[in-house]
């Protein structure tokens, strides 16, 4: 799906939510809205393709990060009811590997730590059925902006170097390489490496409990992202799981 197609996406997305929440009599939408909060905590990554660094792992593990924001539902017809809210999502990347460079007629080899944290703002717009009794089930897109990616890296103190006696392809020494290169360790800005817009499709099930007026929920859900989020040779897309705790009144 290209970017201007997953516009399309969420427009006419929010556009059917919008003419659907206009089939509810304007004396019911105010008193029918409940508001709350949700707090979710994910399991998600960012996967990765091949035009990444071999260095690297050839797909991250899913990493423990979570979700909050306020929530607001409006019932339809029936059983039917559409939600949507503001969500701040964050998801990170932890992982241990090795950095090596030949060249100057030598091997050095960087071992280190790199943790990557990408934080996005999300509008999700989510179709609701009430299946039987307090259960569930929902689907949806959510349309998230990239606020910030940042990488923190930990170089290890240990560093080999070893003689190669044939000349590698690098023809610099080492000391111009990791000027080329970069090294590990320090924190690093790379929201410009990422595009800004993403559009993920959701879906999950879970309990609707009343408690002393207000509603109390669980949910479980999977978000699936449909566009690459790396510019340049990288193909990176977002995964996350996720399990939910909200309040609403």
Known sequence: MTRAHARRV???AFAFGFAAWMQVPVSAR?????????????EGKLTRGSGDSPDLLDDPPMRIAWAVGPTVEWPLVGRWSLGTGLRYVRINEDEDLTLTVTGGGSTTVMRGNVRMDWHWIALPLRASFRAVGPLVIEAGPEARYLVHARMRSRQDASITTTPDPIRSFHPAPAAAIFEEVGTLG?????????ERFDLA??????????????????RGRYAHGLLD?????????????????????
Request: zero cysteines; aromatic letters at 6%; hydrophobic letters at 50%.
């Open 201 to 218: 499709i959701t879906a999950g099930a879970g309990l609707n409990r009343p408690l002393a007026g207000h509603v109390v929920s669980l």
């Open 229 to 249: 989020l790396a510019k340049g040779s990288m193909e990176r897309s977002a995964r996350a799981f996720e399990l939910g705790l909200g309040w609403s009144w």
């Open 10 to 12: 969420v427009l006419l």
């Open 30 to 42: 105010a008193a029918a809205a409940r508001l709350g909060v949700e707090v979710a905590g994910l």
């Open 186 to 194: 320090g924190d690093r800005d790379l929201t410009g490496l990422y």
